[in-house]
Each structure stands twice: as C-alpha cells, then as structure tokens.
C-alpha cells in the first residue's frame, strides 16, 4: 500500500478543494468493549450475569460474550467521540453497581484461570435464541478451547454519512446506485485496513505479557518474565499474535474470506458454513441428545469467521447477517484489533478514537487493488510479527515483497494521514492533527507505546502481569464507582433493563418450535436468494 499513490493525492485533492466540513458531520462511532468479571481473588467469577442490569438476550447495551463472565458493554454510534466516551463511562458506573466485590478485569489477556472447566458458559434464558447462543459458545469451546475465547478486547464501528457518500461518489464519477458504491467503497477500504493492520497494535497493543494460567502447560516461544508472568521483550500485542484466538481458527480448515467484492466476502463465508470440516465432525453435533456445537461446518455461524476488520450491517432478528449484508449492503465497518487499554478506566481514550477515525478515511482515500495469496501472507505475517517483535530494534516488515524497516514504514504512513486528519479537523493544529503527533512519537520512541509501559510499570513494581492487572482494575473501579449518572441516564438504564426482561420474556412464551426445526429454519433462511443469484451466474457465464 503505497502511502503517495496517485489515487490517494488525487482524491484527497479533491475533497480538499471541497472543504466538506458538513459532510464529516455524519461521521458515526460506536465502541464495544468486553471485560472479565472477577473475584476479589483475581479469578474468573463464578456468579451469574447481575439481574438487575436486564437480559443480556436482548439488551442494547449490556450483554454477554463468550462466558457468562464475560461483559460486553456497547455504546449507540455518536457523532462526537467525547459522547461515546462519555456513555461507556456510565455503563460502567451502572455496571458496578451490581459487582458487589468483583471486578472488571482492566486487560486484554485474562486473570487467573484454574481450567477450561471453569470458565462458564454464557446463558440466555430458555428460548431457542437463547438455547443456540449457548451452543454456539459451547462449539466454540469445543473447537478452541474455552482459555482462547475469554480474552478481551475493544471493537470500534465506524461509519461515514450519506452526504459524504453521495459528495465522494459524484467526485468519483460513479453513477450506480448509493448503496452498491458505499458497500464496495467499504470492502475497499478494508483492505486496506488490513494491508496496514499492524500499525494498530503497534501503536496500541497492550498485552505484551499473559498469566501463566492462560498457557495451560502449552508450549510457547514466551519466556518467563518472572514465576507466573511469560511475555515476549518486544510484544505489543499477545492478543493478536499466535498465542491468541485469531490464529487458531484456521488450523485445518484453510477458509479465508475474499474480500475482492461484498459478494466474494458474502460467498465465502456462505462456503464455509455449508461446507463439512472433517475436523469438527469428529466432535459430533448432537451427542447424547445434547448439542456440542450447531453444526459440524468450517464455520457454525458468521461471526466465528476471526478477522481484525468486517463489513457490518445492523441484524434484524434472528436474521443472518450475511443475509443482511446480501439484503442491505455494508452499513459500517467494525475494526477488531484494539486491546483493552490498560491506562483508560474504560479500556479506550480519545486519542485512539481520532487516530483511527483518520486511518479509516486515509485508507478509504488509498488505492485498494485485490489481495492475492501471496499478500495475504504477508499480510497475516506482519501481523504476527508486530504482535510479538513490533518494538525490537530494526524489525523490518514485508511491503510489496520487499523488506521495509517497521519504523520507517509507520512513520511514512502517519505523515501521509496528517493532510486527511487536517481535512477532517478544518484546521492544522485540530485534534486528531495533534493525536497523530503523539503516534509519531511512538514511532520514534518505542519505550512511549502502552505495551513498553506495561512491562516498564511492572519492572519498576516488581509486579508481574496478575499483580499488574488486579491493581490497574482496583484503581478503574475506584474512578468509575464514584461518577454519578445524569437523571436522564438513570432513566434510560432504567428502561432498558426492565424492557429487556420483558422481551426475554415475549421471546420465551412465542417459541412453538421445538429446537432442532428452529435451527434449521435459521440456517434455512436465504437459500431461495442465494439459489437464485447462483442460478442467475451460472446463466451469464454460460452465455460469454
């Protein structure tokens, strides 16, 4: 991805002579972020989900991920930063509230874990929704291990607005449809996103170090940092590295989405959750008369596929998303690979937040041509190499084939992003002009990224990651407790606790189908579409 390509400056060019301030305004952020509840021991708890936070079924804000330990809080997609910010702080403040003595674990990689077998599986009630989000996690626990699926993590959604759109398209000279030049324009820039998808954990990585628990005796490149802490000198991001969940889930079943196209990525993934994995049909569907995973496919469902970056569409539902994306097009794009932050009381900051609103426009702006097999490679390697040597002195990356210095490379691309974070502030001194400024320092100074910190904080201690974790976690509890909720807040949690019971509750009592028709019907949905559209390719393919 060449940080000086013609497309880029000429279209940066054009928006700049532009000047579209107004159409920047329907620029939509929304965060999601996880975090494990713990006991005041630093283990996973074992309670249930607090009741009176309502139905993580179905509650908009609060909700479950893999474990029933594992909080999920997700924000509205805001036009300001500060609002969103703002709004995960006092889902926190409401959380805690109904911790009692527990804790929300302030890091990526988790605390103490005694064994796969306790760590819980997440529950929904007695529906079939609720029933097939469970065995879906229990699939997954199944496949890859239940100490895979518990580490933590931010997702930030981001969406540019129509009147950008229809200012970009016309600027382009596309005279097709809104939404089938939005997608497209999307599934471009996620390429891009990937082709520079290193940059994020190295910038933000914050887990260069995990528990020795985590490992469960398996064999690592970690080396001790001391009796239970293993880390990697010059880790930015364990997470995203090999030790994390990502890169399992290829193991044997060699699926990789195309993004060529939303249709490529649509068929792809349609692909492997039709498509038998001998793998995983040793392990059995329904053994015993209970589900051990929703079906023996490459995938269950979508959202098993891992990538650091997908194209997103708002469910209806129990609808698939593919199928929503099919129906819909891409409504925003969900960016993965940020780790908890642990300096942030909520896990992210603003200066995240602008950084990446700028990458997203910068990588849009760029050039996108396909990815073939042997980019993807290198994609996948350099994304693996930063999450574990991102800070090692000279570490070079692989750039068109070609070795190019981490530093070097990161520092081309920051410079490049400063006329767009200038078009996006109307100003050169504006706020994301300035966060790009402390990434160039990071650049310069590995010993300024959170990762370095990390292990400088614990060095200086004496602490090794647990003890590291379970302090930074006390003091973000300590900070959130005590913040107070606008009445106007109070009555919204409020609401949306009580209305969420209410829908379990609807969705209970309306189940007429027993389980097994229900997931058929589920996976069933769509076909006479996707039929049709191959039916249609096979008939134009044949007729060139």
């Known amino acids: 991805m060449d940080s000086h390509s ?23 952020i929304g965060l999601e972020k996880e975090s494990l509840r713990v006991s005041p021991a630093g283990q996973i708890a074992a309670t249930p989900h607090p009741s009176l936070l309502g139905s993580p079924l179905t509650h908009p804000h609060i909700t479950t991920d893999f474990s029933e330990a594992l909080i999920e809080l997700v924000t509205p997609a805001l036009g300001e930063q500060q609002a969103v910010l703002d709004f995960l702080a006092d889902i926190h403040t409401l959380v805690y509230r109904h911790l009692g ?6 890091t990526s990689m988790p ?3 005694p064994g796969e077998s306790k760590i819980p ?14 065995v879906y996690r229990r699939g997954l626990g199944n496949r890859y291990g239940r100490t895979m699926q518990v580490i933590a993590g931010v997702h930030f959604n981001f969406s540019f607005g129509d009147d950008f759109w229809r200012l970009y398209q016309d600027q382009e000279g596309d005279t097709g449809p809104l939404g089938s030049f939005r997608s497209e324009s999307y599934i471009d820039m996620i390429r891009n996103l990937q082709r520079i998808g290193w940059l994020v954990p190295y910038l933000f990585g914050a887990s260069p170090a995990v528990c020795g628990s985590f490992l469960q005796g398996r064999e690592t490149n970690l080396i001790p940092f001391d009796a239970q802490t293993f880390y990697d000198p010059y880790a930015t991001s364990l997470r995203m590295g090999d030790i994390g969940y990502q890169n399992q889930k290829e193991q044997g079943t060699g699926m990789k989405a195309s993004y060529d196209s939303l249709d490529a990525f649509i068929r792809s993934l349609t692909w492997a959750i039709e498509t038998p994995c001998p793998q995983y049909e040793q ?5 015993g008369g209970r589900y051990e995973q929703l079906s023996a496919a490459v995938l269950q469902i979508e959202n098993e596929y891992y990538s650091t970056v997908r194209p997103k569409q708002i469910i209806d539902w129990l609808e698939k998303p593919t199928l929503a994306l099919r129906r819909r097009g891409v409504r925003y794009v969900e960016l993965r690979s940020l780790d908890v932050n642990a300096y942030e009381p909520i896990g992210v900051g603003a200066e995240q937040l602008l950084v990446l609103e700028t990458l997203m426009l910068y990588c849009l702006l760029a050039d996108s041509p396909r990815i073939g097999a042997t980019e993807r490679r290198a994609i996948d390697d350099n994304q693996v190499v930063t999450a574990h040597r991102g800070r090692q002195p000279g570490l070079t990356l692989n750039r068109d084939g070609q070795a190019i210095e981490l530093r070097q490379w990161a520092g081309e691309i920051l410079e490049a992003m400063g006329p767009v974070a200038e078009l996006l502030d109307g100003a050169a001194d504006g706020p994301r002009g300035l966060s790009l400024l402390a990434q160039r320092e990071k650049v310069r100074d590995p010993d300024a990224t959170p990762s370095a910190r990390m292990l400088a904080d614990m060095r200086a201690n004496g602490e090794g990651f647990f003890d590291f974790a379970r302090r930074v976690s006390a003091a973000h509890r300590d900070t959130l407790a005590v913040r107070t909720l606008s009445p106007e807040r109070e009555a919204l949690f409020r609401d949306l606790a009580a209305e969420s019971i209410c829908r379990q509750s609807e969705i209970e009592a309306a189940d007429d189908l027993d389980f097994d ?10 076909r006479a579409i996707q039929t049709a559209s191959e039916l249609t390719d096979s008939a134009q393919h044949h007729s060139r």
């Open 6 to 28: 013609v497309t880029f400056d000429r279209r940066l060019r054009a928006l700049e002579h532009a000047r579209p301030l107004d159409c920047f305004a329907g620029n939509r």
């Open 121 to 134: 599986l997440a529950r929904y009630g007695s529906s079939n929704a609720a029933t097939m989000k469970t």
């Open 111 to 113: 605390c103490v874990i």
């Open 517 to 526: 028709t229900f997931l058929q019907r589920y996976f069933d949905q769509g």
């Open 101 to 106: 003595d527990e804790l929300l674990w302030g």
């Open 283 to 287: 392990i059995g569907v329904k053994v």
